[in-house]
């Protein structure tokens, strides 16, 4: 599975932006099999990845900036 450009043009466009605030307080707690099945039912399995890690990583992220919610990250950039 790997993500193509076109996966991640839509991450960053107004189409994502439902999924990852959708998925924020879903998140809180662990991402769950469950979960992943109902996500696949709309987005395909690299775009489940993607909205998944970044609603992740935007938690991490949340004790250095504060518009952390708002911003995108790879996991190599915000360590």
């Known amino acids: ?3 193509t ?5 839509w991450l960053v466009s107004d189409a994502a ?3 990852l605030t ?11 099999p469950a979960m992943l ?3 696949r039912k709309d987005l395909s399995a690299e775009r489940v990845h993607l909205v998944v ?4 990583l935007r ?11 708002r911003m995108f990250f790879t996991r190599k950039g915000l360590e």
């Open 59 to 69: 938690q991490r992220a949340r004790e250095k900036f504060s518009l952390a919610d």
């Open 37 to 39: 099945q109902r996500l």
């Open 22 to 32: 959708r998925l924020q307080p879903e998140l809180e707690r662990l991402a769950t």
């Open 17 to 19: 932006q439902p999924w």
């Open 1 to 3: 599975m790997s993500a």
């Open 53 to 56: 890690e970044q609603v992740e």
């Open 5 to 9: 450009l076109d996966d991640y043009q």
